[in-house]
């Protein structure tokens, strides 16, 4: 079972950048799809982005143009590059493997 852990979160202001790191205990070569959700205080977890092995990568509307998801199959890490930070992204980000693996997740908080 492959463990993954977020890291790469923190405060910062609206309009600032933040690049978060998921690593993963094992070979990700062979996965398929890796993604990222969030999710805020009182609402559900949802979709932010997936990257696919052959290159594909599907964002959700709110994050699109602002948020760039990546892979390293050589480092086994998944990267989301989110900038143009808004308020509304503040939440804890975690990542999965599609195959019923999430890590511990990491706090993003965007506030003046």
Do not use: H
Request: proline letters at 3%; a positive charge; hydrophobic letters at 30%.
């Amino acid at each position: 079972q492959v463990q993954l852990v977020e890291s790469g979160g923190g405060l910062v202001q609206p309009g600032g950048s933040l690049r978060l790191s998921c690593g993963a205990s094992g070979s990700i070569s062979s996965i398929n799809v890796m993604g990222w959700y969030r999710q805020a205080p009182g609402k559900q977890r949802e979709f932010v982005a997936s990257t696919y092995s052959s290159g594909r990568t599907v964002y959700a509307d709110s994050v699109k143009d602002r948020f760039t998801i990546s892979r390293d199959n050589a480092k086994n890490t998944v990267y989301l590059q989110m900038n143009s930070l808004k308020p509304d992204d503040t939440a804890v980000y975690y990542c999965t493997d599609y195959r019923q693996n999430w890590g511990q997740g990491t706090q993003v908080t965007v506030s003046s």
